[in-house]
T-cell receptor, first 114, second 115 residues
Framework: KAGVTQTPRYLIKTRGQQVTLSCSPISGHRSVSWYQQTPGQGLQFLFEYFSETQRNKGNFPGRFSGRQFSNSRSEMNVSTLELGDSALYLC?????????????FGSGTQLSVL | AQKVTQAQTEISVVEKEDVTLDCVYETRDTTYYLFWYKQPPSGELVFLIRRNSFDEQNEISGRYSWNFQKSTSSFNFTITASQVVDSAVYFCALSGGGSQGNLIFGKGTKLSVKP
C-alpha cells in the first residue's frame, strides 16, 4: 500500500507570491490533516478535511486555505507569502472515524520564502 | 487549555545506554489519547504507540517501553540499549483538538545516539 505522498518536496518562493501544496492520502483514507513545522513553534495544526468538508481548523490567518477532492486528495494554498511562512508542511491521513486513530504522515514539503 | 510539554530539547547518549524521554500533558477531557511519534531525518512522522486515558498499563515493545501515569499526567518513553538507528526527533502528542486529525504536539526531543 502506497504511503502518503506530498508534492513538491521542496519549494522556493518570494514574498507576496502564492503557493499550492498537494497531498495524496493512503488509499481508503478519508481524513487529511495539514501541519506546519518550524523550529520555533514546532508542529502546529492547520486544518483537517474529511469527505471534502473542513472538519477542524487551527489558529492560522485566512491566507492559509485548503480543500479536499472527491478522491480524498487534498491541496493547501498559502497566498501573499511572508518570510515567516518558511516551514516544513506535513500532511497526514487516516480513516477519520475515531480520536484513537493513528495518523500516517508524508515526508512533507519544505517551503522557503525569500 | 490542552498542552504537551517535552522538557528535554536534546539528549545525547552512547550506544547501548538506556534513555528516557519525558512527556507531561494537560487536559480537562476525561477521555483522551496519547501518542508518540518518531521523526527521522527524512521528515515523515512515524507512529510508535497510542494509549487511551483509561488504560494505565505500561507497554513494552522490543527495546521500547512506555510508562503512563495519570496521577502525574505523564507518558514517558524509554529506549533500552539504544542504537544509532534510534537517532531522531521524538514527539509526544495528545488528542482532543476536536477531531482525530488535530493532535496537540510537544516541541519534541532530539535524540542523538553515538557509536
Amino acid at each position: 500500500k502506497a504511503g502518503v505522498t506530498q508534492t513538491p518536496r521542496y519549494l522556493i518562493k518570494t514574498r507576496g507570491q502564492q503557493v499550492t501544496l498537494s497531498c495524496s492520502p493512503i488509499s481508503g483514507h478519508r481524513s487529511v490533516s495539514w501541519y506546519q513545522q518550524t523550529p520555533g513553534q514546532g508542529l502546529q495544526f492547520l486544518f483537517e478535511y474529511f469527505s471534502e468538508t473542513q472538519r477542524n481548523k487551527g489558529n492560522f490567518p485566512g491566507r492559509f486555505s485548503g480543500r479536499q477532492f472527491s478522491n480524498s486528495r487534498s491541496e493547501m494554498n498559502v497566498s501573499t507569502l511572508e518570510l515567516g511562512d518558511s516551514a516544513l508542511y506535513l500532511c497526514a491521513s487516516s480513516g477519520g472515524t475515531g480520536l484513537n486513530e493513528k495518523l500516517f504522515f508524508g515526508s512533507g514539503t519544505q517551503l522557503s520564502v525569500l | 487549555a490542552q498542552k504537551v510539554t517535552q522538557a528535554q530539547t536534546e539528549i545525547s547518549v552512547v550506544e547501548k545506554e538506556d534513555v528516557t524521554l519525558d512527556c507531561v500533558y494537560e487536559t480537562r477531557d476525561t477521555t483522551y489519547y496519547l501518542f508518540w511519534y518518531k521523526q527521522p531525518p527524512s521528515g515523515e512522522l512515524v507512529f510508535l504507540i497510542r494509549r487511551n486515558s483509561f488504560d494505565e498499563q505500561n507497554e513494552i515493545s522490543g527495546r521500547y517501553s512506555w510508562n503512563f501515569q495519570k496521577s502525574t499526567s505523564s507518558f514517558n518513553f524509554t529506549i533500552t540499549a539504544s542504537q544509532v538507528v534510534d537517532s531522531a526527533v521524538y514527539f509526544c502528542a495528545l488528542s482532543g483538538g476536536g477531531s482525530q486529525g488535530n493532535l496537540i504536539f510537544g516541541k519534541g526531543t532530539k535524540l542523538s545516539v553515538k557509536p
